[in-house]
């Protein structure tokens, strides 16, 4: 696939054909058999970058924190964010009630867009840690960013984010599409885990059965 590394400026018909691209991709995972929770995660990320954007998907934990679960970033920025904040972006949760935008999000199962990442990266950092944001931003960069929920048969999972300087309030539809496509992928590879988790639980409990009937003979 092309990709498009920085440029604010993306012409109409090489947008919409690196969408196309980006959206096969991410159809292609739904149907692929076999794939773990990070195959998927890794070939979203990977769709992003071919688009020139960064992001991903951050899962909702039992708990219901939001869990970032990808590396978003290049590995360059991710070294560079730890030794400034401490902390490492892979793991990182947070509450998305403290998030106006996370929290529209998953209320209302709707996109949104913010024009700057500043704004939404403000919302999501520890208290201790608010006062680096501007050394934060300087990494990352000033750009748009859109949310899109991540939701399959009414089960919220989590949140989809893109980040990139040609992003518009236009593309919020793709990106959607893009966090359903992560979605269903998800929702497969769940509905496998839990299939061979209840075999399992059905062998032990043969197992038991046959164990029990031995001992009464």
Do not use: C
């Amino acid at each position: 696939m092309a990709r498009v590394f920085s440029g604010k400026r993306v012409s109409r018909p090489t947008r919409d054909n690196l969408w196309i691209g980006a959206l096969s991709a991410a159809a292609a995972l739904t149907r692929r058999a076999g794939l773990t929770e990070s195959d998927v995660l890794r070939g979203v990320t990977e769709a992003l970058r071919g688009l020139g954007l960064v992001g991903g998907v951050t899962l909702l934990t039992p708990d219901g924190l939001l869990e970032v679960r990808n590396r978003p970033l290049h590995s360059a920025l991710v070294t560079a964010l730890r030794r400034l904040t401490g902390t490492d972006i892979v793991g990182y949760k947070f509450d998305p009630k403290i998030s106006e935008a996370y929290r529209q999000v998953l209320q209302t199962g709707e996109p949104v867009y913010r024009p700057r990442r500043s704004q939404v990266v403000a919302e999501i950092l520890p208290p201790p840690l608010r006062n680096l944001l501007p050394q934060i931003i300087h990494l990352l960069g000033e750009v748009p960013i859109i949310l899109a929920p991540v939701t399959l048969a009414g089960e919220k999972l989590g949140a989809f984010n893109a980040t990139g300087g040609w992003l518009t309030p236009d593309d919020v539809p793709m990106v959607a599409a893009l966090a359903d496509h992560a979605a269903i992928a998800l929702g497969h590879v769940r509905s496998r885990a839990e299939m061979q988790s209840a075999l399992e639980r059905e062998r032990l409990r043969n197992a038991l059965l046959s164990s029990i009937s031995h001992d009464l003979r």
